[in-house]
């Protein structure tokens, strides 16, 4: 090695070093100013939802069970039908039937899991239903439900799409309310 190549690595070397203290220092200050908005009233950029986004999906994909699921059942998406009514559709509505006026004030927004649902495998929405989504407000039913209860849900948030509001709402009406206290 040249005495030049040798002054080229050491200068990367303290150039890369340099850049991880700045980024070092740019995440302290934003942690202790306060110039970050915490306030669910200011959208993230566009850069932040896409980021969150990105994340969201790359992190439950690579997570979710990779068994296959049960095979769901009538009975099954009954009984998850009337758990979805106790324990979601305040968040996220259902067919025809809108969020809870406050939920509109939640930031991300629950989405409306008719349309959003389509959008992951049964695995994906099991482990989202186990584990929650942290800092969104989106819960995790695994502390308080048993897996029986959460392939119920996932059957029936399966069937979402495309559902009409006439069988949802004849749907779960007869059916065991689980309000997780039983545990
Ligand atoms: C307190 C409100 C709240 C309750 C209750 C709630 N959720 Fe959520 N849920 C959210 C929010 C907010 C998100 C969006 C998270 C994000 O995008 O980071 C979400 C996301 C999801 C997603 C992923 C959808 C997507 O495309 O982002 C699924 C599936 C889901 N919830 C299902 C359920 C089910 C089923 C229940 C009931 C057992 C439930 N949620 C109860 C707030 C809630």
Known sequence: MTEKHKHFGLGTAAGVVG?????????????????????????????????????????????????????????????????YKAMCQHCHGG?????????????????HLTEAAAHWEPNEIYWILDHGIKSSGMPAFGPSHDEEALWNLTAFVTDLPGMTQTDYEAMGSSGHHDDGHEH
């Open 95 to 111: 067919p025809g039937i809108d969020r809870a006026g406050w939920a509109e004030g939640m930031l991300p927004e629950p989405p």
């Open 19 to 83: 850049l991880i203290v700045l980024a070092g220092i740019i995440g302290l200050i934003t942690v202790y100013s306060g110039g970050y908005n915490v306030a669910a009233t200011e959208d993230h950029s566009a850069f932040g939802r896409w980021a969150a986004a990105t994340t969201l999906k790359n992190s439950i994909q690579s997570r979710a069970p990779t068994d296959d699921p049960p095979s769901f059942t009538e009975a099954m998406v009954e009984a998850g039908a009337g758990e």
